[in-house]
């Protein structure tokens, strides 16, 4: 098993950042993958980014050139820093890991923070 626990939502201006976290515990060997969700009130939960053990990254084309995942082997902790964001960012995000490189679907998730964005 693994448990994940997000941290570093809250509201913030358009325009402005924020850095989630992820804290991961557990049968870590054996994840794969690791990225964010999010899901907006009304809408499908959607996969934000994702990066892998040997550290390719992969972004969804809403939030390329904005935000960056970043992970922290040695404290076993995975990073979204999200830049210029926009009120369509609200959303709670939700950290995932898995055995697949893809985390389509995960295996693990975390209980999720949210992000308010205000225009």
């Known amino acids: 098993q693994v448990q994940l626990v997000e941290s570093g939502g809250g509201l913030v201006q358009a325009g402005g950042s924020l850095r989630l976290s992820c804290a991961a515990s557990g049968s870590i060997f054996s994840i794969n993958g690791m990225g964010w969700y999010r899901q907006a009130p009304g809408k499908e939960r959607e996969l934000v980014a994702r990066?892998?053990?040997?550290?390719?990254?992969w972004y969804g084309d809403s939030v390329k050139g904005r935000f960056t995942i970043s992970r922290d082997n040695a404290k076993n902790t995975l990073y979204l820093q999200m830049n210029s964001l926009k009120p369509e960012d609200t959303a709670m995000y939700y950290c995932a890991a898995g055995r697949r490189v893809t985390i389509r679907p995960p295996d693990y998730w975390g209980q999720g923070t949210q992000v308010t964005v205000s225009s």
């Open positions: 990066i892998s053990s040997s550290g390719s990254t």
